[in-house]
Antibody, heavy 120, light 106 residues
């Protein structure tokens, strides 16, 4: 079965960087698009970024463009989110999610999330 | 920018039909999906392409879309259906999730 395990969360000061990883198993990783979705405490879901199956196309929400980079290593079945210039409003649980197909259709399966806290 | 609007809350008694709406200008051209998120858990896809149900999702969950509004219907809502529900529609860089609707079944 599909398994997605996020890691790399923690407490970081504003302006600093953090890299999240998502280890995937139970499906053919290189055949699917992958998403990052976050959720600030007590609020709704917020889509962050998507990368298509081969990494050739990436899309970001406006508020993270230029600061966050989504990438993938298909040889390691791993998705990444490099987060730079972090702000307090980036605080939340970050979920990785497998897309329905190879590109950018919809998140289908979700991990359990990694908590990122941006605070001085 | 593109937005999806949902009511903040819906409340029904067990066995009643719950309807949660999602409005957005692009919905006539884009499919809507629906996610259920129970407290402390990751979201689960319950409807995709407006009205299709993934395997394992109970038949009481259904979806429809007309014009600028998509609707999630839970026929005969159960206590275990109490959760937050989010609509989703693909857009390259804009907000993709609705604000969420808290469904109370009591």
């Amino acid at each position: 079965q599909v398994q997605l395990v996020e890691s790399g969360g923690g407490v970081v000061q504003p302006g600093r960087s953090l890299r999240l990883s998502c280890a995937a198993s139970g499906f053919i990783f290189h055949s699917y698009g992958m998403h990052w979705v976050r959720q600030a405490p007590g609020t709704g879901l917020e889509w962050v970024a998507v990368i298509v199956y081969d990494g050739s196309n990436k899309y970001y929400r406006d508020s993270v463009k230029g600061r966050f980079t989504i990438s993938r290593d298909n040889s390691k079945n791993t998705l990444y989110l490099q987060m730079n210039s972090l702000r307090p409003e980036d605080t939340g649980v970050y979920y990785c999610a497998k897309d329905w197909g190879p590109a950018d259709t919809r998140p289908e399966n979700w991990g359990q999330g990694a908590l990122v806290t941006v605070s001085s | 920018s593109y937005e999806l609007t949902q009511p903040p809350s819906v409340s029904v008694s067990p066995g009643q039909t719950a309807r949660i709406t999602c409005s957005g200008d692009a919905l006539p051209k884009k499919y809507a999906s629906w996610y259920q998120q129970k407290s402390g858990q990751a979201p689960v896809l319950v409807i995709y392409e407006d009205s299709k149900r993934p395997s394992g999702i109970p038949e009481r969950f259904s979806g429809s879309s007309s014009g600028t509004m998509a609707t999630l219907t839970i026929s005969g809502a159960q206590v275990e259906d109490e959760a937050d529900y989010y609509c989703y529609s693909t857009d390259s860089s804009a907000t993709r999730f609705g604000g969420g609707t808290k469904l109370t079944v009591l």
